[in-house]
């Protein structure tokens, strides 16, 4: 059974920054894309960034290109997203996802979200 | 980048009645290699992750009852519930998958008349 399990989320203040981590099992990690969608309160969803299965190509949305890194360990079948420069528009529920194919497709898992808040 | 419409923003239909949202692409997600559209359907309940219903626009997930369907081709779909049922009260999403950046439509928020 495929599972993403999210976790780092937290309040920080507008400037701040803080790590996300999605843990995945069931699947051939390594083999895999990953990306982070979020959902702000009462909101649509956003794509936000995508890293390849090989860590060697990376995307990110308009919003947070500069200020988000992703990265990912297949050791550990994890993926990371690092926030920085944090600001109150990027307070959101953020999905880690996989994709049906290795690097196509439609979402076919999401964790359950980690909310990530960023007030004064 | 492809945006997503949808319509209506929000949807009341009696038990048992069919329900149908409409989903638009600024432009064609039509793949080349297969001819199929890469368009899928998400319905998120309140306080849940997004569930997929259909991909390739018309093609069901498995274990998602029959009364979900998808249909259209291009730049136009539509999502159709034939006969809802009180456990199909959420938000339905629209989303191509045809390029990056993958975009969403706003959601459609499905209710009991």
């Known amino acids: 059974e495929v599972q993403l399990v999210e976790s780092g989320g937290d309040l920080v203040q507008p400037g701040g920054s803080l790590r996300l981590s999605c843990s995945a099992s069931?699947?051939?990690?390594?083999?895999?894309?990953m990306h982070w969608v979020r959902q702000a309160p009462g909101k649509g969803l956003e794509y936000v960034s995508t890293i390849s299965y090989n860590e060697f190509s990376t995307y990110f949305a308009d919003s947070v290109k500069g200020r988000f890194t992703i990265s990912r360990d297949n050791s550990k079948n994890t993926v990371y997203l690092q926030m920085s420069s944090l600001r109150v528009e990027d307070t959101a529920i953020y999905y880690c996802?996989?994709?049906?194919?290795?690097?196509?497709?439609?979402?076919?898992?999401w964790g359950q979200g980690t909310l990530v808040t960023v007030s004064s | 980048d492809i945006v997503m419409t949808q319509s209506p923003d929000s949807l009341a239909v009696s038990l048992g009645e069919r329900a149908t949202i409409n989903c638009k692409s600024s432009?064609?997600?039509?793949?080349?290699?297969?001819?199929?559209?890469?368009l899928a359907w998400y319905q998120q309940k309140p306080g849940q992750s997004p569930k997929l219903l259909i991909y390739w626009a018309s093609t069901r997930e498995s274990g998602v009852p029959d009364r979900f369907s998808g249909s259209g081709s291009g730049t136009d779909f539509t999502l159709t519930i034939s006969s809802l049922q009180a456990e199909d009260v959420a938000v339905y999403y629209c989303h191509q998958y045809y390029t990056t950046p993958f975009t969403f439509g706003p959601g459609t928020k499905l209710g009991i008349k």
């Open positions: 069931g699947f051939t990690f390594s083999s895999y894309d």
């Open positions: 432009q064609s997600v039509l793949h080349s290699s297969n001819n199929k559209s890469c």
């Open positions: 996802v996989k994709r049906w194919g290795y690097s196509s497709g439609w979402f076919d898992y």
